[in-house]
């Protein structure tokens, strides 16, 4: 069964350090999604991207975040300068239809010291 | 401000023991609501889509319905595999937004004793 797998699982840096997070979406899907869960906390948008751009960032997405898709596999979310509350699980989707994002990845947990 | 609310925040039930599980939402215009499953350390599940008030999807043990203003996750005699946190998403508003813009509940955890 085709899945999301996102690297690495659990990810540790310094505040002030950038960190990518890279995810390879289900092959024939074409629209991508980042999300993030603080512990204890809801889930949140952060962006969604399709045809090499991004079509909707929430207001957590600054310019701190980026997102690429550097070839034809990865999907990567990137922050520059890391703060001590971008600690989270980050979660990366994908969907054929560009509708509901239904697959999701594992995640990747950041802590930020 | 568009909200969506969970209740319980916890359930446990004995196996074979039915109940539901309760979505509410005030949002600008619902779009979409969405239902989850959410196991320890992986991502959501995805489960159930509803459009409109009066809709009714099922899988297996599992039945959601909507109404104007709550959707419920009705679940007929759970068994222990179907522990696991169950989330509820809306995308709300009358815009072209992707519907990635998903706005969560904090979930339901359900736990069920054999």
């Known amino acids: 069964e085709p899945e999301v797998t996102q690297t690495p699982s659990h990810q540790v840096t310094q505040m002030g350090q950038e960190v990518i997070l890279r995810c390879v979406p289900i092959?024939?899907?074409?629209?991508f999604y980042w999300y993030r869960q603080i512990l204890g906390q809801k889930v949140e948008f952060l962006v969604s991207?399709?045809?090499?751009?991004?079509?909707?960032k929430s207001e957590i997405f600054d310019d701190q975040f980026s997102v690429e898709r550097p070839d034809g596999s990865n999907f990567t979310l990137k922050i520059r300068s890391t703060k001590l509350e971008d600690s989270a699980m980050y979660f990366c989707?994908?969907?054929?239809?560009?509708?509901?994002?239904?697959?999701f990845g594992p995640g990747t947990r950041l802590t930020v010291l | 401000e568009d909200q969506v609310t969970q209740s319980p925040e916890a359930l446990r039930l004995q196996e074979g023991e039915s109940s539901s599980l309760n979505c509410s939402y005030t949002?600008?215009?619902?779009?979409?609501l969405f239902w989850y499953r959410q196991d320890p350390g992986k991502g959501p599940e995805f489960l159930f889509t509803l459009y409109s008030a009066g809709e009714e999807k099922e899988k297996e043990r599992l039945k959601a319905t909507l109404t104007k203003k709550e959707s419920f996750l009705h679940i007929t005699a759970p068994k222990p595999e179907d522990s696991a946190t169950y989330l509820c998403?809306?995308?709300?508003?009358?815009?072209?937004?992707?519907?990635?813009?998903?706005?969560f509940g904090k979930g339901t955890k359900l736990s069920v004793k054999p």
């Open positions: 998403a809306v995308q709300a508003g009358n815009y072209g937004g992707s519907q990635g813009n998903l706005i």
């Open positions: 989707a994908s969907s054929a239809s560009g509708g509901l994002p239904e697959f």
């Open positions: 949002v600008s215009g619902l779009r979409g």
């Open positions: 991207f399709y045809n090499n751009e991004i079509s909707e």
């Open positions: 092959s024939n899907h074409l629209y």
